[in-house]
């Protein structure tokens, strides 16, 4: 009977033992909270863009046109680029001489992939054969190859009458998000016939000839009004306005061969606070 008592404390404090040395164990492969461990440095991104192959052009005007293309990812075909490099030239462009051509000025940043892109061109020559070329580059300054090289001719200037400026514009009425504004229609040429558009601009700042163009994302409604008449007066509602803002409305009118008029009276409003 001693000799199986002692067996039995003797297999008892051997589990105790082994117990232990399994929690010990244990607590040195799980870690415990302890964060000594080095961390896996971080996958550096070498994928590019992949290459625009779309690369067109619409609204072909004598001094103007608008590319198009479907936007690259930032990884080949996925997520979404950072920038674009836009370039142009009267002489043909390829993959030795694009970057000595004259380059776009485009600060909005790049859709996600798939989306179709829009990007307006000014100050080009009437008849003008011009060639245009976009590169695409992500966070990581991984650079797409270029795009197609797409050549396009503008047409010819057959209208170099501006459409006047309209000089009354007022506000009629206000709310939390919205403004109703009225003003007299102006014409194609000066004050006869009817505009081709209006280019409506609102800024928490006093709109100017000079900061006009720099007025964008929210500063433009998506719908703008439908010209009317010469001498028509006109009512538009503004939308997407702020609660509690303080804003600046000015526009500009534009006739079909995109000729513009000099910018308008600026207006003055308050939205009513948030509800």
């Known amino acids: 009977m001693r000799f199986h008592m002692t067996s039995l404390r003797t297999v008892s404090a051997w589990k105790v ?13 799980v870690g415990c909270g ?12 070498t ?32 997520g979404r680029a950072t920038e674009y490099d836009i370039r142009f030239s009267p002489l043909p462009i390829t993959e030795e ?3 000595d051509a004259q380059k776009v000025i485009y600060d909005t940043r790049p859709l996600p992939a798939y989306s179709i892109e829009h990007v307006p061109v000014s100050g080009l020559q009437p008849e003008t054969v011009y060639y245009f070329v976009v590169a695409t580059v992500d966070e990581a300054d991984n650079w797409s190859d270029i795009s197609n090289i797409h050549a396009v001719s503008t047409i010819p200037l057959t209208d170099v009458t501006p459409p ?3 000089m009354d514009l ?38 100017t000839e000079e900061n006009y ?27 997407e306005l702020q609660p509690g803002t303080h804003y600046y409305v000015a526009m500009q009118v534009l006739d079909d061969g995109l000729n513009r008029s000099r910018l308008s009276n600026n207006v003055e409003l308050t939205t009513s606070p948030p509800r």
């Open 17 to 29: 033992l082994a117990g232990a040395s399994l929690v010990a164990a244990g607590s040195i492969g």
């Open 34 to 45: 302890d964060d000594s461990s080095p961390t896996p440095p971080p996958v550096p991104d």
């Open 47 to 78: 994928t590019p863009p992949a290459a625009i192959i779309d690369l067109g052009s619409s609204f072909l005007r004598p001094t103007s046109l608008r590319l198009d293309w479907t936007a690259p990812g930032d990884d080949g075909e996925e």
């Open 97 to 99: 001489n694009w970057q």
């Open 164 to 166: 006047e400026a309209v």
């Open 170 to 207: 007022a506000l009629v009425s206000v709310t939390d998000s919205s403004a109703v504004l009225t003003w007299t229609a102006t014409g194609d040429d000066g004050d006869v016939g009817t505009a081709f558009a209006y280019d409506i601009r609102f800024s928490r700042q006093v709109i």
């Open 213 to 239: 163009f720099d007025i964008v994302d929210e500063g433009i409604p998506r719908f703008p009004p439908v010209p009317q008449p010469a001498g028509t007066t006109m009512q538009y509602e503004l939308p």
